[in-house]
């Protein structure tokens, strides 16, 4: 009797588990697909404050591959995972988040062309000055919540394009 019981136990599992296990993967893989944006990248954990332009980026064609953190934090006084390193097909670019939305209190120029070299101005409000150092031109975008670097033009268009369409 105990012999059948653990039997017909063992036959009921074998044919339900599956399907509960099918049920359980279809959940998991929809989570999975409701954290990543068009282009199948997982954005990680660290860097979700930013799904919003990560996902519209990827909207406008824009392929990213991987994103890391930058250095640019303390160009821009934001927290360590606020300033990401962002590799695309396109090209790689910075983008910052700044949680107090000041983004329109920066004031970026280029100062200076010397050979093979460009420095560009970054400016808070009354703030001291701090000079960007680069070896290609480059390009920023800028809107309340998020600054760019990027150092291609067609990249530049992109994310340009992006901010417009966010600011409407």
């Known amino acids: 009797m105990v012999r059948r019981t653990c039997l017909l136990f063992c036959l009921l599992s074998m044919v339900t588990l599956p399907i509960g296990c099918s049920k359980q993967e279809s959940q998991v893989s929809k989570e999975l697909n409701e954290n990543k944006t068009t282009n199948n990248l997982s954005i990680p954990n660290e860097y979700s404050h930013a799904k919003d332009i990560i996902v519209a980026l990827t909207k406008q064609g824009l392929k990213i591959n991987e994103i890391k953190n930058s250095n640019s934090m303390a160009l821009f ?30 004031i970026i120029i280029k100062k200076e062309e010397t050979d093979g070299g460009y420095v560009y101005s970054i400016r808070k409000n009354d703030e001291p000055e701090q000079l960007y150092y680069t070896n290609a031109i480059t390009y920023f975008n800028k809107n309340d919540e998020y600054i760019t670097i990027s150092r291609t033009k067609e990249l530049n268009e992109i994310i340009r394009k992006v901010f417009e369409i966010s600011q409407k």
């Open 77 to 106: 006084q934001t927290k360590p995972n606020y300033a990401m390193y962002v590799e695309s097909e396109w090209g790689d670019f910075e983008l910052i988040h700044l949680e107090n939305k000041n983004g329109k209190d920066f």
